[in-house]
């Protein structure tokens, strides 16, 4: 359980510093509950990002997720199940 942890931790880490970079904000500055919309993240950030997640953790990921998942925190928690169940 506890390793599961550390992995929901270090995905919900890269996702905020990639919306960060993408938004133009200080990754320390975003609550991870905010929508995506909120934190000013469009489509085409959102891509980008989404792009990046795939390449880290080897999986592909369909931009309508950004719906299903639409904060850093649900998206994490879908992620981070994607991977435990491989």
Do not use: C, R
Not at 23 to 35: R, Y
């Amino acid at each position: 359980m506890n390793e599961d942890n550390n992995q929901l931790a270090e995905i919900v880490h890269y996702f905020t510093e990639k919306v960060a970079e993408e938004t133009g904000n200080q990754s320390n500055e975003i609550d991870i509950e905010d929508s995506f919309h909120e934190l000013g993240l469009d489509s085409i950030n959102a891509v980008f990002v989404l792009e990046k997640i795939e390449l880290k953790y080897s999986i592909p990921l369909s931009p309508l997720l950004f719906w299903d998942y639409p904060t850093i925190k649900s998206f994490s928690i879908y992620i981070n199940t994607l991977l435990k169940n491989g």
